[in-house]
Structures are given as structure tokens and as C-alpha cells.
């Protein structure tokens, strides 16, 4: 056989196997895309997370759902309990109540 024949079977092999692995990069690029553009579109239908602000040093006891609100007990350090009413559509504090003795 020629050596011009081996060295076209070479080229051949090899821009084949370039032809292969650039199409696989195109189909992992346009994968990873999709998944970016839906995960941009979820954060513009819910919106950014909002934190809530507890009082300092307090800790969650109990938490309890019903529909889009949460009700939270928290306590501090001190011993004192609050009540923080969340409405967890909007990512906001309703309320805190203090409970005193």
C-alpha cells in the first residue's frame, strides 16, 4: 500500500474522532443551556429567596404549615418565646408576637 493511502486513512480516522467529540461537546453545551435557561426562568416565577430575620439568638422550637403561611416558635437565650407568622409565597414576616408571662 502507498504511504499516501496510510496517511489519508490516518486523517481520516483522526477527523473523524474530532468530528465525533465536537458534536458531543455541541450536545453537552446545549444541555447545559437549556438547564441554565430553566433554572433563570423558576427564579423569575418565584423570585429571589428572602431571608427573615429572627429576633438574636433565638432558636426555632416547633414549626407548623398550613397552606402558604408557616408558624414558627422561637426562644432565646433568656427563655423568652416569640411566634413569627411567615407567609412563605411571598418570603415574608407577617408578624412576631412576644409572649410574656
Do not use: C, H
Amino acid at each position: 500500500m502507498a504511504p499516501w493511502i496510510k496517511m489519508l486513512k490516518g486523517f481520516v480516522a483522526v477527523t473523524g474522532v474530532a468530528l465525533v467529540l465536537t458534536f458531543a461537546l455541541f450536545v453537552y453545551l446545549f444541555i447545559d443551556k437549556r438547564n441554565a435557561e430553566r433554572a433563570a426562568e423558576v427564579e423569575r416565577e418565584q423570585g429571589p429567596a428572602a431571608p427573615v430575620v429572627a429576633p438574636a439568638g433565638a432558636e426555632i422550637r416547633e414549626v407548623r404549615f398550613e397552606g402558604d403561611r408557616a408558624l414558627l416558635v422561637l426562644e432565646d437565650a433568656d427563655g423568652r418565646a416569640y411566634l413569627m407568622l411567615l407567609d412563605m409565597a411571598a418570603g415574608e414576616r407577617i408578624s412576631l408576637v412576644v409572649l410574656q408571662e
